[in-house]
């Protein structure tokens, strides 16, 4: 089984040492003025940096197969957890995407704003089509509130809410540990949550979330 086919079956896939820790903490010092006072923001893709790093993550060998599908950044998250900044999110899958205007036409809904930024919840048939490239800056192992995958799900469209919790004993859960410069790639329909941290370790994610080049009933993505 390739890595793509794999990845299709699963919903989920880690790529190793896709940048090296030197990369890492250069990422970091452009970070820092920007994220010092919160433990995130959606809004990363403003910075030219970072759709330069976006555009590096996409040429990689390793993701460029993964991506081929998607082959438009549209979203960059920030996410932070540590002792002072500790969360958990429960099992759910990511239905929003950021888009340039409101648009009423069957299958989008759920419109809502977030940090000034418009959202609505996509039908199937675009969801299904996009990738999430979480980068991680931060070694996260089992008590780092790593992510938490519960393979295959993304199969079955969007799962009615009423039922999530009956998806934990029907499908295996895969743990997302990494290492600084690894990257883990999800498909945003996969069922997906994290537990709070329970060590004293730092663990910070570039979330970054790739589309289809183009929306459909006239529909235009956020980012120019």
């Not at 910075?47 to 549209?74: D, F, G, K, Y």
């Not at 809502?112 to 959202?119: A, I, R, T, V």
Request: aromatic letters at 6%; a neutral charge.
């Amino acid at each position: 089984m390739t890595s793509t086919e794999s990845f299709d079956q699963l919903g989920v896939s880690t790529v190793p040492r896709v940048l090296s820790a030197g990369d890492c903490a250069d990422i970091e010092r452009k970070l820092a003025p920007l994220v010092s006072h919160a433990a995130g923001t959606r809004q990363l893709l403003r910075e030219a940096w970072c759709q330069s790093l976006a555009a590096h993550l996409q040429q990689h060998p390793a993701l460029s197969e993964l991506l081929s599908q998607s082959p438009r950044v549209v979203q960059c998250t920030y996410f932070e957890k540590d002792l002072q900044r500790n969360w958990l999110v429960s099992l759910h899958q990511d239905l929003s995407i950021p888009v340039a205007q409101r648009v009423d036409a069957p299958g989008w809904q759920g419109w809502s704003e977030k940090e000034g930024q418009l959202f609505v919840q996509a039908p199937v048939t675009v969801l299904a089509s996009m990738v999430a490239v979480r980068l991680h800056l931060d070694p996260c192992g089992p008590n780092d509130g790593p992510l938490k995958v519960l393979s295959g799900t993304h199969q079955y469209g969007v799962i009615d809410a009423s039922l999530v919790a009956n998806w934990r004993q029907r499908s295996t859960e895969h743990i997302c540990i990494a290492q600084t410069g690894d990257v883990v790639c999800m498909r945003p329909l996969a069922l997906h949550s994290s537990s709070k941290a329970t060590g004293s370790s730092r663990r910070r994610v570039l979330h970054f979330v790739f589309g289809p080049s183009t929306l459909p009933d006239g529909l235009q993505w956020a980012t120019a």
